[in-house]
């Protein structure tokens, strides 16, 4: 990969769907801008992400992943964002044992009314992934 | 024993002395051990911050930084100084650019651990009002004082901590812990002109005029300050002011630290009280304190 | 190879002004398996589904992708498009151009073109393994819950209640009445507010299908639309039903300790006691914080007094558990805190007082029998200051918005001032007159023209007590000049925020809400009384600051969203679940013990002839599809439909890969 | 100890407390062991322990878990049958665990000790059904020095050791096999819909491999080292699976094969939980 | 009403100097007028703060930086703490007096400046206030050599408030780096202001 041309920036996006699909909806609503590298893929709940498909994610060649749900207390579901919020940590540091760089994985908590968070928090995962990218 | 880093500041080493004096005579007694900062220089007070940003950070950053190295309190009486000090640290706080400028020109670094208090928070809330109580040799009973804080050691918020930002009681608790009587009154915040004493003297004459005529309304028979700026403005430009009032105020200007050499003994020549242009001694006398 | 067609929608210029849509159509034609693809101008229209119809049958296609905006919007619209084509609903993919990309990518036109062709481009390779999925349905328990006995609350269990079905109304306080009870007339009719409301809230008391609990909370929430399983706690009245409401208790009762909250704190109230006089139910509650007999054991003078023997301290909280197929949420509001102002005495100025609180000062059945005085001195006034915006409009307070009623009804309060004291004048410090509404523009003009009250556009920078005055420091902006106003009272035009627990009851039925607790409607225009949570709806000024009108148009709103769907015999319910593979499950009882619903039962089964194992299986009617156990699967045995792994997968190897033409 | 080894399963066979018993036996030549499975009461001579008793016998548990059986366990493979009776692949009474002292095992290329053997808490078995021989517990905690030596690379060092690792690996699946906690059915890396994993032998795929089943045996894996004995091309994937164990015992305070009750870290949540990496 | 907008300088770049310095953003001010109705020295003001605030929006830097009214701003911060939009307007106006004496936009009134150069001239010179030489120095450059001399400044000698010999640092090398310090900032606030480091 390295000999390659140098490739936009990609990140792959899981965004479960009650809180915080619908805040990035709300950030469209909101007309917030925010870089278009992120591709959002919808799940239903961070407690639906299964650890494999993150690690698939960067085995494909996604230079960053973001996991966003909503706010714990807040789960559609009641208890699935608590789950994720352990397979989280557990799995950023067993991903960064295998070289995957901390800046490249990334969760965050958005609601469905935090359209500008949500902008806030694509710019800061891209530039986290940047950073990556030029200073290693 | 309580060690706190003492920057006194330029006016303490001029104009105030007496406030220097008085702010030593009481921590000595109080054994709180007040360590000079070495070599520091001016915190740049009300000039700096309107011609340089960064100056305004960098002069008070030298001390702080002392005070880090040294791992004490850093602490000024004057509200001023005090203002600079907390402002540069918060500020470094918030605009890491700036941290890194002044560490630029200062040639030092600084981690952001120096933890900055006005004297009056040195004394009520590291050394404890209960503390100071049982120091207390005289009652300073029937003197209704009006407790003046200015606008240095209260705004912004973030300077005030613990104390109320619109109607601080800091020193209100001070008073009556020496015995004294702390009048209800609203001006305690409004400012007294400061920087302009030696500019735009017409205003400070009306700012400091409308405090001390407040301060006469609401019945008090001293006003207690905690900066020399303030007392410059209330005191050395008093006569002035009455004369511009076509009153005689005869309102004496006391530092906190005075007020408590009082309570804690001390008297009238001990504490300097013959450099205020307003003589205290016929009141203090009235009321039996000397 | 499956038959896709891809249908990609200008939406007017909200797409198609920054993504160039016909880019991105002849982009969907070059990916394996489509088989057409069109853009057109608004896909939703009925033209625009027809073509997709039209579509489907012509080219026989059996997968269908909509670029258009977000599934959270039309889906639903789409699913139904094509089932009238004739195909599984299922086999429909949205693509989010909009919400996701033309409004958040207007910098740059040519990456947002770029990014909505792979968005495009994921969809299509998720509807390629999507699988046709047969509907399910649910039963439905036709009663309705309604949470708040205000106006709102009261309007929409009149209306559940008149379409004759069956509606429990729970209100936290011992009466219903909420705020508006609290008020003295209402703008800009100036009617009298308890004039308009009492008649509602008998009403309520004599409907038959009205269950009334007041004095009573829900404290836990299971189930779904159709099935909510609720626990509503009944604290203990003290008082059981043979009170007639005599109030010879309460006329009686020796302690006065406590302040009422009805008259916001302006006078006292006994320990036991109804909030106000028309009270419904006109049965008082003992206020066991305060009661002498539970604080020491001795008094019982209540008892003593009673006629009926209605007295029972041995009461205890009750928790009865109801079953409902929908909720209304109508909690309503508080009014701002002003003793967070620090510049307006914080709160500490006896004489500075709240709106609510002059609303009962002016009140005639009020704590001073409608005299306006002093609450300090109880002197009258003569200058009055009004200010408003405040806990409104103020980020430094984390109150950035408006709340819609404070210049109406200062203005209104302006004008009762004048009525009741001719001599009295009034100032009111604005920033902005906000006053759309009918006749309301009308009524601020009469209060400034007919009734002399100064308006000063400025916000006051300080209040303090000098003597028995109080200064005034404000300032007028549209003069440059800064005023001092020597008033005998201020009265704050507190604005309005969500009550203190509403964040605790949205998370019992899982409703989103705003940093402020104001809940979120599903769609802030076209669903704006739902909530993504499908059978509870909310109303009033629990979602935002609303007048009277408005809240009373969205509580029968609701009561039309739950009639219509009380009105089905069976409820139509997704069938995004989960599955088990039992051939692959190794029967570790992991999902079983995450699975938040207990959809998950373990059992021994023979999977294969001859192997016996011990697996799990989904009980697809308690599943509601969050898919836990999926994530926590680690023999890959679970599954998701809708969201499955081979549709994840898929997403994921298009959304890393290069757009695969650059043209 | 090896005649009361064999008395003891002679024991347990005859009076049908067990229909297999799983132990050790010699092999080609005094430096090898087996893993021997006695039916017949009669067979229980073969058994002996010895200092080479590498294999971890939990692995067969799973294979033969219809019957009631009878197991001898180093005390380190205790942790591995209680680990499995907590995911419900047998009832603790269907196996009698039969601890045997260890004072440590080695390698037969080396004749070096086991690196996991030198601070070893459990050289005396815990909770054994029966107990034979004894031996000192270590003192000393179990070291994580050289996982913590490596978390200090930068990621792009990590990255590049792993790579050259897994450019080693032939994909025999021998890791795989001989795990115990890797009983899935259908594992996932021989699926095809979806295709978790391409069947191509390459760095990146391999990799991806380990990645998985390093995630998916987290909060199981009990850190045995069967993998990192077996691999035929010395990948250190001991690296991995004690990193699992660091993490699983910093993040989560939680063990692996320590309670059969216990709820593995990953499928239960504390509303407390620490959330400070999350935005 | 007095003059006309002119409405290129609304696009022009005053308001992004001032937001830039200040780090403030002034576009957040809705004229509440809140800042006005506190302020203690808005009397004296030509323009009081809410009107800079709106002058700041729109461009209009010719009028604002040739009035008295930054310069009468007596930095009490009181229009800071109680602003609802947490402007800090007390840090606005330091950033219009900075962007004064660096002469980016015209300035009118030379009071304070001599004042404020003379004080930071000390603080450079010896680390400390000279105030006799200070207030000497100012009263000539002023053209007002008697200004309170009579009676305050007597009697502050008389009182030994003011001393004639100056405080020094006391160590030489501490004052040469004071003075390397001064140049070092004089010249980062010069690329600050002019933008010539980005």
């Given amino acids: 990969m390295s000999n390659e041309k140098k490739k936009d920036i990609n990140v792959v996006g899981f965004l479960c769907n009650w809180c915080s699909y619908a805040g990035a909806d709300m950030t469209g609503l909101g007309r917030n801008i925010y870089p278009s590298n992120i591709k959002i893929i919808r799940i239903p709940c961070t407690g639906r992400m299964d650890p494999m498909m993150i690690i698939e994610a960067f085995h494909n060649g996604a230079d960053g992943v973001l996991v966003s749900g909503c706010h714990p207390g807040d789960c559609h579901y009641s208890e699935g964002n608590f789950y994720w919020r352990r397979r989280y940590p557990h799995l950023k540091s067993l991903m960064e044992h295998f070289g995957i760089d901390k800046r490249r994985f990334h969760a965050s908590w958005v609601s469905a009314s935090e359209g500008k968070k949500f902008a806030e928090v694509v710019k800061k995962v891209v530039a986290d992934v940047k950073d990556w990218q030029e200073n290693g | 024993m309580l060690k706190v880093a003492y920057f006194p500041g330029c006016s303490l080493s001029s104009t105030a002395k007496e406030y220097d004096v008085a702010t030593r005579l009481v921590c000595e007694d109080l054994e709180i051990d007040l360590v000079e900062i070495p070599e520091w220089t001016c915190c740049g007070a009300t000039t700096a911050h309107i011609t340089s940003e960064l100056t305004a950070a960098a002069l008070p950053a030298k001390s702080l930084i002392w005070a880090e190295k040294h791992n004490m309190p850093i602490t000024s009486p004057c509200s001023a100084c005090f203002s600079r000090l907390k402002m540069a640290h918060l500020n470094m706080e918030k605009d890491p650019n700036l941290k890194k400028e002044v560490e630029e020109v200062t040639g030092e670094t600084y981690n952001g651990k120096a933890e900055v208090l006005h004297l009056t928070r040195v004394m009520l809330e590291k050394y404890g009002l209960e503390n100071i109580k049982a120091k207390i040799k005289k009652q300073l009973k029937g003197l209704k004082i009006a407790c003046y804080y200015g606008c240095l050691m209260t705004r912004p918020a973030e300077v005030c901590e613990n104390d109320r930002v619109e109607n601080p009681m800091i020193m209100d608790n001070l008073v009556s812990a020496l015995g004294a009587e702390p009048i209800k009154w609203y001006y305690k915040t409004e400012c007294c002109g400061a920087a302009f004493s030696l500019t735009k003297t017409e205003i400070v004459r009306k700012l400091s005029g409308d405090i001390l005529k407040e301060a006469k309304t609401c019945g008090a028979d001293l006003v207690m300050v905690a900066c020399p700026l303030c007392h410059s403005n209330l005191d050395a430009r008093q006569p002035e002011i009455s004369k511009l009032l076509k009153t005689d105020l005869n309102m004496p200007i006391l530092y906190f630290t005075q007020v408590m050499g009082l309570a804690l003994g001390y008297d009238y020549m001990d504490l300097m009280m013959n450099k205020h242009f307003i003589d205290p001694k016929p009141l203090l006398k009235s009321k039996g304190i000397l | ?663 | ?279 | ?198």
Wanted: with cysteine.
């Fill in chain 3, 1 to 663: 190879m499956a038959r896709i067609g891809v249908f990609v929608c200008h939406c007017g210029t909200n797409i198609a002004g920054v993504v160039d849509v016909t880019r991105v159509a002849k982009y969907a034609e070059t990916l394996p398996g489509v088989r057409i693809s069109v853009d057109y101008k608004y896909m939703c229209s009925d033209p625009g589904q027809n073509t997709i119809i039209d579509a489907v049958k012509k080219y026989n296609l059996d997968r269908i992708v909509v670029a258009a905006c977000s599934p959270r919007m039309h889906e639903g619209t789409f699913r139904k498009t094509i089932e009238r084509a004739g195909l599984n609903p299922y086999l429909m993919e949205m693509a989010n151009i909009r919400e996701h990309v033309s409004w958040v990518h207007s910098d740059d036109k040519e990456l947002a073109t770029q990014k909505a062709m792979k968005v495009m481009e994921m969809a299509v390779a998720k509807v390629r393994r999507s699988e046709a999925l047969s509907k399910m349905f649910a039963s439905i328990e036709k009663r309705a819950l309604v949470i708040g006995g205000g106006i709102a609350g009261i309007q929409a269990a009149l209306d559940i209640a008149g379409a004759g079905y069956k509606v429990v109304l729970v209100e936290k306080e011992p009466s219903i009445g909420g705020r508006m009870a609290q008020l003295d007339k209402t703008f800009p009719t100036l009617d009298c507010s308890a004039c308009i409301l009492t008649p509602k809230m008998v009403a309520v008391s004599q409907d038959p299908n009205i269950t009334l609990m007041t004095y009573a909370e829900v404290v836990e929430v299971c189930g779904y639309v159709g099935q909510f399983d609720v626990k509503i706690k009944q604290k203990a009245k003290s008082v059981n039903s043979k009170c007639i409401g005599c109030g010879v208790c309460v006329t009686k009762c020796p302690n006065r300790k406590s302040l009422s909250e009805f008259n916001e704190k302006l006078a006292p109230r006994k320990a036991i006691y109804t909030p106000f006089p028309q009270a419904v139910p006109n049965v008082p509650v003992i206020d066991r914080e305060t009661c002498t007999f539970f604080k020491t054991g001795k008094c019982k003078i209540c008892e003593k007094v009673c006629p009926t023997g209605a007295i029972e301290y041995t009461q205890q909280d009750e928790i009865i558990k109801e079953k409902f197929g929908a909720v209304v949420v109508a909690t309503g509001f508080n009014i701002y805190d002003h003793s967070n102002y620090g510049e307006y005495g914080y709160g500490e100025i006896k004489d500075v007082i709240s709106s609510l609180q002059f609303e009962r000062l002016i009140n005639s059945s009020g704590p001073t029998d409608g005299h306006v005085v002093r609450p300090s001195d109880h002197k009258e006034v003569k200058n009055v200051v009004f200010i408003q915006c405040v806990g409104s409009r103020d980020e430094s307070k984390h109150r950035p918005y408006c709340s819609r009623v404070c210049c109406m009804y200062t203005a209104k309060q302006a004008m009762l001032l004048k009525d009741h004291y001719p001599e009295t004048q009034s100032y009111v410090f604005y920033i902005d007159i906000r006053s759309a509404g009918k006749n309301y523009e009308e009524f601020v003009q009469k209060a400034q023209n007919d009734y002399g009250v100064v308006y000063l556009r400025g916000r006051v920078s300080k209040i303090y007590e000098r003597g028995d005055k109080l200064i005034v420091k404000g300032a007028d902006t549209l003069s440059g000049a800064q005023v001092e106003v020597e008033a005998d009272m201020v009265v704050l035009a507190n604005g309005l925020e969500p009550k203190a627990n509403a964040k605790e009851l949205a998370q019992l039925f899982h409703m989103s809400y705003d940093q402020y607790g104001f809940y979120n409607e599903l769609h802030p225009k076209l669903a704006p009384v739902e909530t993504a949570i499908s059978g509870v709806f909310v109303a009033g000024c629990c979602i935002s600051p609303k007048d009277i009108p408005d809240t009373v148009a969205q509580a029968s709103a609701t009561a039309a969203k739950v009639c219509a769907l009380f009105s089905k015999e069976k409820l139509e319910v997704e069938p995004l679940i989960a599955n088990v593979n039992q051939l692959t499950c190794s029967g570790c009882e992991t999902c079983y013990n995450v699975c938040p619903y207990s959809a998950i039962e373990m059992e021994d089964k023979e999977v294969r002839r001859g192997d016996m194992r011990h697996v799990a299986k989904v009980l697809e009617s308690v599943c509601k599809g969050c898919g836990a156990c999926v994530g926590s699967c680690y023999c890959k045995a679970v599954d998701l439909k809708g969201f499955s792994d081979r549709q994840v997968m898929n997403q994921i190897e298009t959304a890393t890969t290069e757009l695969s033409t650059n043209d």
């Fill in chain 5, 1 to 198: 009403m007095k003059y006309e907008l002119q409405l290129k300088n609304i696009k022009e770049g005053f308001r992004k100097d001032v937001e830039r310095l200040s780090q403030q953003k002034i576009s957040n001010c809705y004229q509440c007028g809140k800042c006005s109705a506190g302020c203690p020295v808005a009397y004296a003001m030509e323009y009081p703060p809410t009107m800079a605030m709106r002058m700041i929006q729109l461009g209009m830097h010719d009028r604002l930086m040739s009035a008295n009214t930054s310069w009468f701003c007596v930095s009490c911060e009181t229009c800071t703490t109680r602003c609802p939009r947490e402007i800090d307007i007390a840090k606005v106006m330091d950033t219009l007096k900075i962007m004064a004496q660096a002469g980016k936009y015209k300035l009118s009134d030379n009071e304070i400046p001599i004042f404020d150069w003379i004080f930071l001239k000390s603080i450079e010179l010896t680390g400390k206030i000279y105030e006799i030489g200070m207030i000497g120095a100012y009263n000539m450059l002023s053209l007002n050599p008697f200004k309170d001399v009579f009676p305050m400044g007597v009697k502050m000698i008389l009182k030994g408030k003011i001393s004639f010999i100056p405080h020094l640092i006391y160590n030489p090398i501490e004052m040469i780096k004071n003075i390397r310090m001064f140049k070092r900032i004089k010249k980062k606030d010069r690329e600050r202001i002019y933008e010539k480091n980005a």
């Fill in chain 4, 1 to 279: 100890m090896d005649k009361e080894l064999q008395e003891l399963i002679k024991k347990l066979l005859t009076e049908k407390k067990a229909e297999w018993a799983i132990g050790y036996e010699k092999a080609y030549d005094e430096f090898s062991t087996r893993p021997a499975f006695i039916i017949d009461p009669a067979d229980t001579a073969r058994l002996i322990f010895n200092k080479y008793c590498i294999n971890n016998l939990g692995l067969y548990l799973t294979k033969l878990k219809k019957n009631k059986l009878a197991v001898v366990c180093k005390g380190c493979d205790i942790a591995t049958v209680f680990e499995l009776i907590r995911e419900k692949q047998f009832k603790r009474e269907n196996v009698a665990i039969i601890g045997v002292a260890c004072e440590g095992v080695l390698d037969k290329r080396t004749n070096k000790l086991l690196e996991k053997c030198e601070n070893c808490q459990v050289k005396q078995p815990k909770g054994a059904d029966f107990t034979l021989g004894n031996a000192k517990n270590s003192e000393k905690p179990k070291s994580y020095a050289d996982v913590v030596e490596f978390e200090k690379k930068s990621s792009k060092e990590k990255l590049e050791f792993w790579n050259r690792q897994f450019e080693k690996c032939i994909r025999c699946y021998a890791c795989r096999n001989v795990c115990p906690v890797c009983y899935c059915p259908d594992c996932f890396a021989l699926r095809s819909m979806p295709e978790y994993l391409s069947k191509h032998v390459d760095a990146d795929k391999n990799k991806l491999f380990h990645m998985i089943r390093m995630q998916h045996v987290f909060g199981r894996c009990t850190d045995c080292k069967a993998c990192d004995t077996a691999c035929p091309v010395n990948i250190p994937l001991s690296m991995l699976t004690k990193k699992l164990a660091k993490d699983a015992k910093e993040l989560f305070n939680y063990e692996s094969g320590a309670d059969t009750d216990a709820r593995p870290p990953l499928s239960t949540y504390d509303e407390g939980d620490s959330e400070s990496d999350i935005m």
